[in-house]
């Protein structure tokens, strides 16, 4: 529950793995070693070869049986870079776009440089003792990759590793009842919030952070990421701002008027209130045009980061009432968008390959028709 949390952007729990075409693989050489230093059941596990760069983990034993069953698959973004990292006006670094970039572009993808089991941080255990731990994890890393978790930015000061992480970090889980873990990656680090940002990330299975453009940008245009739910209203997203990450937003959205803010806030509404009507399958007054007004309204709102959700609810709707031309249109597009924020073995992007393969054949077709 990320409102729990003073650490860390939201991330979907641990998305599945990705065959993206724009990412290649590579087997890794890597191992894992026990450094014999622990405080409760908490200890300090390396992998110096992990992701190419090394991996350090404040974890469980049993957490580490988990991390010894991630794949060692790299995916690694095929082109040269597409950004740079520059001053920002008012934010510190971030992450600039080198070229013009489009819808689908990768961007980063990186793997953990430091991963902290989220108990620690909750326990009993003075935080002298938890920042000693967290010192020592962090001298087991390789020279290079030390120096690039400091070189992250910390906000709040205090401790230096944990304001890193506080400042930073993502969540990420390794699967089962006590999977959950702070991650930092120091590249991505570097990216700024916007509450309409154009770039989405997810975390693969191989706890790989991978970015992908979401609308086009222009050459020196910053990219962004969004550290909280952009789906909520203006005061709700610039608190979430202020508490978890102390900074005041002023990203293009919150710094619409406040009546152009008001007037994406009831976009907002709108959405939710069309998505709970069309995801009921007993529902009435589900219409071709409610389909594309909900369309419209991510459009409108800029909201391409999550489009994907919609996109799946309005291809079966649509093959619900028995258009499959649009069905497929919307199937594609919404394979296309979970891809880009799950990764393609996502349980949707399936579904949507099998409708827009054969939407008369999907359980779904005419399903809001009379018999
Ligand atoms: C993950 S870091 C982002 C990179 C950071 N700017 C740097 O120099 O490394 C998060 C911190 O960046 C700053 N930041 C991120 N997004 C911002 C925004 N939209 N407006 C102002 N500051 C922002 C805040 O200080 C926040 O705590």
């Known amino acids: 529950d990320p409102s729990l949390c003073p650490w860390s952007p939201p991330t979907p729990c641990l998305a599945r793995d990705t065959q993206q075409e724009s990412l290649r693989q590579e087997p890794l050489p890597s191992k894992w070693e026990d450094v014999g230093k622990c405080v409760r059941k908490w200890c300090i596990f390396v992998n110096r070869g992990f992701g190419g760069e090394g991996m350090v983990a404040v974890t469980t034993r049993p957490n580490l049986q988990k991390l010894l069953k991630v794949g060692e698959i790299r995916r690694k973004a095929a082109s040269a870079p597409s950004y740079y990292v520059d001053q920002v006006p008012g934010k510190g670094l971030g992450v600039v776009g080198n070229k013009t970039l489009h819808r689908g572009d990768p961007v980063m993808a990186e793997f953990p440089a430091f991963l902290v089991h989220r108990e620690l941080e909750r326990s009993t255990i003075p935080q002298t003792e938890q920042f000693s731990l967290l010192d020592d994890a962090l001298n087991e890393l390789p020279p290079a990759r030390r120096d690039a978790f400091l070189a992250q930015m910390g906000h709040f000061g205090g401790h230096r590793i944990t304001d890193i992480l506080t400042t930073n970090a993502f969540q990420l889980d390794l699967g089962g009842d006590d999977g959950h873990h702070y991650g930092s990656f120091p590249a991505v680090s570097r990216f700024n919030h916007d509450c309409r940002p154009n770039v989405a990330f997810y975390i693969s299975d191989q706890l790989q952070h991978i970015t992908t453009v979401v609308r086009d940008v222009a050459p020196g245009e910053e990219l962004s990421l969004t550290y909280l739910d952009s789906s909520k209203p203006r005061v709700e997203r610039q608190s979430r701002a ?5 900074f ?14 008001a007037k994406s806030d009831e976009r907002l509404e709108e959405i939710k209130e069309i998505e709970k009507l069309i995801s009921d399958p007993v529902s009435t007054g589900v219409t071709p045009g409610l389909l594309r007004r909900l369309a419209k309204l991510y459009k409108d709102d800029r909201l391409e980061v999550e489009v994907g959700s919609a996109y799946t609810l309005i291809a ?9 031309a649009a069905a497929t249109r919307y199937a594609k597009l919404a394979e296309e968008a979970v891809t880009i924020e799950g990764g393609p073995d996502v349980g949707d ?12 054949e999907h359980f779904t077709w005419r399903r809001r028709l009379p018999a």
């Open 248 to 261: 005041e937003c002023g990203c293009s959205q919150c710094q619409l008027s406040d009546v152009a803010s």
């Open 242 to 246: 202020r508490n978890a990450w102390g």
């Open 316 to 324: 079966l709707n649509f093959n619900m009432l028995g258009d499959a």
């Open 349 to 360: 992007a399936k579904a949507m390959r099998e409708l827009a393969a054969g939407p008369k």
